[in-house]
Protein backbone atom coordinates (compact mmCIF):
# COMPACT_ATOMS: atom_id res chain seq x y z
CA UNK A 1 0.00 0.00 0.00
CA UNK A 2 2.95 1.98 1.00
CA UNK A 3 4.56 1.75 -2.79
CA UNK A 4 1.20 1.89 -4.85
CA UNK A 5 2.14 5.79 -6.05
CA UNK A 6 5.73 4.87 -6.78
CA UNK A 7 4.14 1.92 -9.23
CA UNK A 8 1.95 4.05 -10.47
CA UNK A 9 4.76 6.98 -11.48
CA UNK A 10 5.85 6.68 -15.11
CA UNK A 11 9.14 8.64 -13.82
CA UNK A 12 9.88 6.66 -10.58
CA UNK A 13 12.45 3.71 -10.94
CA UNK A 14 12.22 0.82 -8.87
CA UNK A 15 15.35 -1.10 -7.56
CA UNK A 16 14.79 -4.84 -5.47
CA UNK A 17 18.01 -6.38 -3.96
CA UNK A 18 17.00 -9.91 -2.47
CA UNK A 19 19.28 -11.47 -0.55
CA UNK A 20 19.69 -15.05 -0.54
CA UNK A 21 21.52 -17.72 1.14
CA UNK A 22 24.40 -20.16 0.56
CA UNK A 23 23.53 -22.10 3.83
CA UNK A 24 21.43 -25.20 3.52
CA UNK A 25 19.53 -24.50 6.54
CA UNK A 26 18.38 -21.46 4.69
CA UNK A 27 17.12 -23.04 1.45
CA UNK A 28 13.17 -22.49 2.22
CA UNK A 29 13.86 -18.94 3.04
CA UNK A 30 16.28 -18.62 -0.20
CA UNK A 31 13.43 -19.99 -2.62
CA UNK A 32 10.53 -18.32 -1.30
CA UNK A 33 12.38 -14.97 -1.55
CA UNK A 34 13.33 -16.24 -5.34
CA UNK A 35 9.75 -16.90 -5.78
CA UNK A 36 8.75 -13.55 -4.84
CA UNK A 37 11.42 -11.76 -7.30
CA UNK A 38 10.34 -13.64 -9.79
CA UNK A 39 6.87 -12.61 -8.91
CA UNK A 40 8.19 -9.61 -8.61
CA UNK A 41 9.50 -9.08 -12.02
CA UNK A 42 5.96 -9.62 -13.50
CA UNK A 43 5.00 -6.36 -12.13
CA UNK A 44 3.55 -3.64 -14.88
CA UNK A 45 3.21 -0.28 -14.03
CA UNK A 46 0.37 1.68 -14.98
CA UNK A 47 -0.03 5.36 -15.80
CA UNK A 48 -0.03 8.18 -13.37
CA UNK A 49 -3.50 9.72 -12.76
CA UNK A 50 -3.15 13.44 -11.88
CA UNK A 51 -6.75 13.39 -10.85
CA UNK A 52 -6.03 10.95 -8.66
CA UNK A 53 -4.46 12.58 -5.93
CA UNK A 54 -6.80 15.95 -6.28
CA UNK A 55 -8.85 16.16 -2.79
CA UNK A 56 -12.31 17.11 -3.74
CA UNK A 57 -12.15 15.39 -7.27
CA UNK A 58 -15.70 15.46 -9.31
CA UNK A 59 -15.07 11.59 -9.46
CA UNK A 60 -14.80 10.58 -5.98
CA UNK A 61 -11.39 9.58 -5.85
CA UNK A 62 -11.09 11.85 -2.85
CA UNK A 63 -13.25 9.01 -0.80
CA UNK A 64 -10.88 6.81 -1.96
CA UNK A 65 -7.67 9.06 -1.54
CA UNK A 66 -9.20 9.39 2.18
CA UNK A 67 -10.20 5.92 3.22
CA UNK A 68 -6.86 4.75 2.17
CA UNK A 69 -4.94 7.49 4.42
CA UNK A 70 -7.58 6.68 7.27
CA UNK A 71 -6.33 2.62 6.61
CA UNK A 72 -2.79 3.85 6.65
CA UNK A 73 -3.46 5.71 10.19
CA UNK A 74 -5.32 2.55 11.39
CA UNK A 75 -2.30 0.24 10.43
CA UNK A 76 0.44 2.85 11.70
CA UNK A 77 -1.55 3.18 14.94
CA UNK A 78 -1.42 -0.68 15.52
CA UNK A 79 1.92 -1.01 14.98
CA UNK A 80 2.64 1.63 17.58
CA UNK A 81 0.47 -0.42 20.24
CA UNK A 82 2.07 -3.17 19.55
CA UNK A 83 5.70 -1.67 19.67
CA UNK A 84 4.15 -0.32 23.07
CA UNK A 85 2.98 -3.58 24.15
CA UNK A 86 6.53 -5.61 23.37
CA UNK A 87 8.53 -2.90 25.70
CA UNK A 88 6.27 -3.43 28.42
CA UNK A 89 6.85 -7.11 28.13
CA UNK A 90 11.02 -6.35 28.02
CA UNK A 91 10.96 -4.41 30.58
Known sequence: MLLQDSFEDDKS???MILC???DPKE???TISTLE???KAKCIVR???TPNKDKIGSEDG???ILGSRIAAMD????KLQM???HGEKERE
Open 27 to 29: MHK
Open 61 to 63: SSV
Open 46 to 48: GGH
Open 20 to 22: ASP
Open 36 to 38: YGT
Open 82 to 84: ENR
Open 74 to 77: QFII
Open 13 to 15: KIL
